[in-house]
């Protein structure tokens, strides 16, 4: 493996290392203002949700590397201890990049990228209209990382009220992933849309242990012809199939009884295991004729 000594390389080619890495992030589309009122708008990468009670949410705003200096949101948060997150989708990506050009101090952002300000209910800076998700937010911290070029300054943000455009909610009133359409930024100029063929279910519970890859049987764990992520799948069971159950199983199956009769293979039996894991709710399903193999001892 390459190995990265952050004491001996480049700080611009150590930094897309660890942004390529550390990807996807989602996007906080930041709105400001100064002490004399003018907006700035600007988007950062570094960010993400860290507590929900208290609600709490931090980016960071970090030293250019280029020439160590500030950005005009460092300033204007120090200034005004109010910030504006809103969150960038799809349909404002490009509008959110051109809005992260460096414009002359006192430049509207906002009509740089053709967006609209409007007024938040508690504090000063302005919502961008066209974001799905508007966190108005009071600043309380900033934490200094550092002095030189690539620094961060962590912007420890207090939630005081969100406001989401009803059109990306499902029929239980919670957000919809597809309809939200987020952007998610990688390394370099690269970007990823969540959503579509992009998104797709792991379920997962507190309560509920599964029984883990150290409970499989060995032909399972070691498939020819099952992935990893399908393994896993079978990793991730509540419980092992029960022989009554499988026997269950080969009574009605036509297809399994087709592998059994044809003195079949185990990959074939490990075939139709990984057709039924493609759709989520068969897992169980597939976890017992994964099983019918062993009893069966193909």
């Not at 799809?90 to 509207?108: D, E, L, T």
């Not at 579509?196 to 883990?212: F, H, L």
């Not at 079978?234 to 009605?252: F, H, M, N, V, Y």
Request: hydrophobic share 40%.
């Amino acid at each position: 493996m390459l190995v990265i000594d952050p004491g001996s390389t480049p700080l611009r080619d150590f930094h897309q290392f660890m942004v390529g890495a550390i990807a996807p992030r989602p996007i906080a589309f930041v709105s400001t203002i100064d002490e004399q009122g003018l907006p700035n708008l600007a988007p950062y990468s570094f960010f993400n949700a860290f507590s929900s009670n208290p609600p709490v949410l931090i980016f960071s705003s970090n030293r250019r590397v280029k020439d160590n200096t500030t950005k005009d949101t460092l300033s204007n948060v120090l200034a005004t201890k109010e910030v504006v997150i809103n969150v960038v989708n799809y349909s404002i990506a490009r509008q959110m990049a051109i809005a992260s050009g460096r414009y002359p101090k006192g430049v509207s952002e906002f009509a740089k990228a053709g967006l609209t300000p409007i007024a938040s209910d508690l504090v000063k800076p302005f919502r961008v209209k066209e974001s799905p998700v508007q966190f108005e937010c009071k600043v309380a911290d900033v934490i200094t990382l550092g002095e030189h070029g690539g620094a961060g300054h962590l912007v420890i943000c207090h939630v005081v009220r969100i406001h989401i455009d009803e059109t990306v909610l499902d029929e239980h009133n919670r957000i919809d992933p597809h309809k939200l359409d987020l952007m998610g930024r990688l390394g370099r100029a690269y970007y990823v849309r969540a959503s579509g063929n992009a998104i797709y279910t792991i379920p997962q519970s507190e309560d509920d242990v599964p029984i883990g890859f150290d409970q499989l049987p060995g032909r399972i764990k070691y498939s020819k012809v099952l992935t990893g992520n399908e393994i896993s799948h079978l990793a991730g069971i509540l419980s092992i199939p029960s022989r009554e159950e499988t026997d269950r199983i080969l009574a009605e199956d036509q297809r399994v009884r087709t592998i059994l009769e044809g003195k079949g293979s185990l990959d074939a039996l490990h075939t139709y295991v990984a057709e039924l894991l493609a759709v989520e709710e068969k897992r169980d399903y597939a976890a017992a004729v994964a099983w019918i193999g062993e009893y069966r001892d193909l």
